[in-house]
């Protein structure tokens, strides 16, 4: 099963993932978890290069390039880790995916959602998450945990300005109400423990799915 988290920068999935897997390593002992995440992916060099790539404020792309790169390294970690882990049977956690690349570079750099989604659909040969999880921010809320956590240090993604950040904001609400079966929406302006318990009390119901169906 593929699962993935989704949100603004600074929306905290990150934080709330390393606290998932410690708690699904010990609860689900008897499934078999993949915890990774985009742009790179888990131990996969390749991609993790094109990571750097992406992030370093020093460079400067187009917004097509910045897709086409986005585009690539997802490739490479469907053909090396997504998808062999998926032929196993193996439960797939993983931090962004296209829906960050359809309110990213389709919505708030301008490309279109649907040329985004189309590529996509061509490069993931139609993989898609069985469920999203959308940690939803205010923007107002993100910008000054970001601003606390960065100081100063953006990186390339980072450095876009607000109106961009709230395109992509409401791209990601305008997904979430087009495909309320796949979309868990979280909300993140809870403390950590709290946004932590909301996810809990979802991925234990998914699972116990899981685990029934194993039976
Ligand atoms: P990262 O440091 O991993 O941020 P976060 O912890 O918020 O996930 O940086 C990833 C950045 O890349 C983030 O700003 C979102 C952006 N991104 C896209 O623009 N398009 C994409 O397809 C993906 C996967 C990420």
């Known amino acids: 099963m593929f699962i993935t988290f989704e949100g603004v920068d600074g929306s905290g999935k990150s934080t709330i993932i390393q606290k998932l897997k410690i708690y699904l ?7 078999n978890f993949i915890f990774t995440r985009e742009p790179g992916g888990d131990n996969l060099k390749e991609a993790e290069k094109i990571r750097e790539l992406i992030l370093d404020k020093d460079n ?3 917004p097509m390039t910045e897709a ?6 997802r490739r490479l970690h469907l053909e ?6 998926l032929k196993e049977n193996k439960i797939v956690i993983c931090d962004r995916y296209i829906d960050s690349s359809v309110a990213y570079q389709g919505a708030g750099k301008g490309i279109g959602v649907k040329k985004i989604k189309d590529l996509n659909d ?3 040969e139609n993989t898609q998450p069985k469920y999203t999880f959308l940690f939803d921010l205010p923007m107002k809320e993100a910008e000054k945990r970001l601003f606390s956590f960065n100081k100063g240090n953006a990186d390339r993604m980072e450095k876009n300005n607000q109106a961009f950040f709230e395109t992509v904001y409401e791209c990601y609400k305008d997904l979430a109400a087009k ?10 302006s809870q403390e950590v423990e709290d946004v ?3 996810v809990k009390i979802h991925i234990d119901m998914i699972l116990s799915k899981v685990e029934n169906e194993k039976k």
């Open 122 to 124: 061509l490069i993931t």
């Open 25 to 31: 390593l010990e609860k689900y002992s008897n499934l």
């Open 196 to 198: 932590f318990q909301e």
């Open 179 to 188: 495909e309320n079966d796949r979309f868990i929406i979280i909300n993140a």
């Open 60 to 62: 400067n792309f187009d």
């Open 68 to 73: 086409i790169l986005f585009l690539a390294s």
């Open 80 to 85: 090396q880790i997504i998808w062999p882990a």
